[in-house]
């Protein structure tokens, strides 16, 4: 159910990212080891901080691995800051609105997981998304609500709190509509500097959530990578499940918090939803 | 902003319908004569019955005219009912599930026209929807709601009294929302048996709409054309602009009036929006 | 490296072909258990015979698993005689001209397997084809030129003879060139009235092949199974792989021959390659 | 058939070129005025030398019009040398594969008008193909088969000598098989470093050619046109059809000649069509 990398650090080619690497993100679009569907091939998505005020997004309903344009804008593309994300489409259309990355000003935001029974709760999250956003939404997805539901919540001030919140309303709806397990997620946001990546699952039993080491342990560990001597020391990655084999380079996000990617140290929390309490669209009032 | 074609009567190939006449249907795909766009290449759609319980639909993002499945499928299938659509899109995404006709069970629907200012009315719309139906909507485009307005409003028992107050609502709202003209359309719809196709606007200045003549005049006024010594007596055509430069065969829908088109006599009767009294969806309460 | 599916029998919804049975030719798009590749999710096509004096073709460089227009037309077209194929491409462009089943007039042919080292024997294979035959070959698949070098060969008079004289002069071309093993394949070809289905490489390890039990046993075996009281006792079944797991219903097709599925009794001979003896287009000459 | 646009001077954003100016290359795609056709909505590509040893290359089916991830890119990437392509096909199938511009190494090259009859003299023309070059062909298009021979007769060392040799043997080929007319063209090609666009057809009335006036002179004409004065001197846009409504703008290439914009003085040559003495390859004999 889709598998997705986010990357900070030096400016590196998408290329470097998406296809180099052993068991790299295309090799898991094809046979995915960690995902709860081993093909991800409907369609796939890439967003990118570069020129322009806004992020660059790539979104097609090819499979990732035979799309000759994302393997050739990957190889001249370079960026400090990459979203990637292959889809494994449960029901919803194949269509480039329902993939990710989905934008919003300077905002990326992806999803792996799902709401559960999204059509029984569609329409009561649709109806707490800011009336102002609504025109927004162009596709069918859960993961386009539940991204609007966050920039409804604040995402743009406080995103570990609108998360929150989002993810706190989407479990009180499910409930309401007595489904067992609203949400299960690991989920990546960005403004462009820094990164902000969640794992969570109302059963408490998430899909996989992996975050690089530091580059200068890796570096002394695996002095024979050279990526490594040509990235910075802040260089960071978040994938759903690893995409080289090396020992010692990956670490996985603990159940229920969430990683901040910054500038200067990183940080990993709890992370508890929490419904606002007034479920209904507090931008619309301003 | 669209063109369409509505058949119905001795069953004939799509490919008859389609490609055959002059200024056929993919003609006006590349060069619509009479349309607010000369080109309508933003997806197509076919709708027929044949096999099946419901209406089989044939829908796609290319255009219409250099699409080698729409032109192989078209002279391998051949129906007594078919809907076909070409778009041209203004503003939603160039995806499937916006491409006409829409189908639900055994019913067609489509459109050529536009929801004035969409963007501002479509949250209030979608509200009126039937809860039942709204998880059934997987697109953006104006139409897809307008055709789920009309299925609460009874379109299944009523035709007429549902595309009624399905527009009557869209007249209100879009009058609340400050806009002058809140619709322009001409719209048909069937469930396999009847046809009605509707010609109106809010501005009473409607997008073109043309019935054909009936098939024992059209014989003695052009005996030299083949296909008419093949269909059925009962065989009609309904079209946003005239298909063949035949004199006499050709007959506009005057404004504000709808046309059915069945087993026996066909009709022509006036159209007139009417609110729905209470606007909130009516099955919902069921 | 592909799987393909053949039928003939009494008419059948192409849907109770390919989505009803456990282990569907569409679930072998996702989850192959007996191909060289796992997913095929690179394209696919569809032939059956109906309406118009050829076959209907539709194509597609979809995943068949999320096309929702073959599900549809799946299940509004029925045939006595349809050939499916969906693709994993290796190597060669993702466009629908390289998709399965090729057509000439009222034939259909296509592939599981590849021509070894395609790049290099490419130019003297196409030299090889009928120069009145060259300019219908619009894509750049390895399947493509080896359905024109067999109508070069006289497919249409004789297909065991064509077949054998392509791959005969691909084995030629391809030791010429120090190539190990210049083809592996399964093919199956048809007229509309007899299908010719083949297993050969030059390895003789050969991509399996299956076909049906005759239907009166199977009825016997499996009273329970619905679909064995609908078809025919002619009906006939030929896949890549079984599509449903029922004792006794499948047969391999051995190594290096083939089956001709036909009115009254079907057949199964050996299948030797045989270089003509002037691998210069035959036809050209007339 | 096709319009084409070629930018070398300052860095731009390929937005800039492409949706800004009045009458863009985009508007043409719907509405071309000096175009044969007025619809160019069978495919485009985007050509543009940036990070990466050969150049980027974007190219989709859809129309360009419509194609949101065009104009995402567009914004995205800026580049010194831009190629972008609208297809209008005459024939041959819509995919990747058959869309402009074509690549080779470093080389980019594209065309607007078509090679007389080319099912008659394809065979002919590919076997004038070098065979070391042959297995890149991978599409249907004339274009691909022109750029081929083109490289054949050593484009990449001497590009007017090499497009008169491709040209000369289209001529004589034509001939050979009495077709009266056997090529119609303007095409471009560049290194990364200088561009060469040529003007011909066999019946010497070739589809029209534009090239920029240069920069100083048109600043001083139109001191208001802001982009103007962001780019440097030796800017140059080269077009099939002006991209905006300014006086003094514009210059047409003249008949039967070709153009050098290149670092220092550029160039305009008469050219003049030479068949190849040897047409079969040359560089199959080092």
């Not at 709860?36 to 020129?51: I, K, Q, R, S």
């Not at 067992?180 to 997620?185: D, S, V």
């Not at 002095?223 to 090396?246: A, G, K, T, W, Y």
Request: proline share 7%; aromatic share 8%; charged share 20%.
């Amino acid at each position: 159910m889709c598998r997705w990398l986010a990357y900070s650090g030096s400016p590196v080619s998408i290329e470097d990212l998406l296809y180099r690497p052993q068991h790299s993100l295309i090799d898991q679009s094809l046979h995915s080891k960690l995902g709860a569907e081993t093909t991800n091939g409907d369609g796939f998505g890439v967003g990118w901080y570069g020129a322009g005020d806004t992020p660059g997004v790539y979104r097609s309903i090819e499979p990732a691995w035979n799309d000759r344009n994302l393997r050739d804008l990957s190889a001249h593309i370079q960026s400090p800051l990459v979203f990637a994300h292959i889809r494994a489409a449960i029901g919803s259309a194949v269509q480039e609105t329902n993939c990710h990355p989905f934008r919003h000003g300077r905002w990326l935001f992806m999803h792996n997981g799902f709401i559960g029974d999204f059509h029984k709760v569609k329409r009561d999250l649709v109806l707490a998304v800011d009336p102002s956003l609504y025109p927004s939404m162009e596709g069918s997805a859960d993961t386009e609500v539940m991204f609007h539901l966050a920039l409804t919540f604040g995402l743009e001030d406080d995103p570990p709190a609108a998360v929150s919140a989002a993810v706190g309303l989407i479990e009180e709806v499910g409930k309401k509509h007595g489904i067992e397990h609203p949400i299960q997620m690991t989920v990546a946001t960005t403004d462009g500097e820094t990164v902000w990546a969640f794992r969570y699952s109302s059963e408490r039993n998430s899909r996989s959530l992996f975050y690089s080491t530091d580059v200068p342990t890796l570096r002394a560990l695996h002095p024979e990578v050279e990526i490594l001597s040509e990235v910075s020391d802040e260089s960071r990655l978040i994938v759903s499940e690893p995409v080289r084999d090396l020992p010692g380079a990956w670490n996985e996000v603990p159940e229920s918090s969430y990683g901040v990617v910054q500038p200067g140290q990183d940080e990993l929390h709890p992370f508890t939803p929490r419904a606002p309490e007034k479920p209904t669209a507090v931008r619309a009032e301003v």
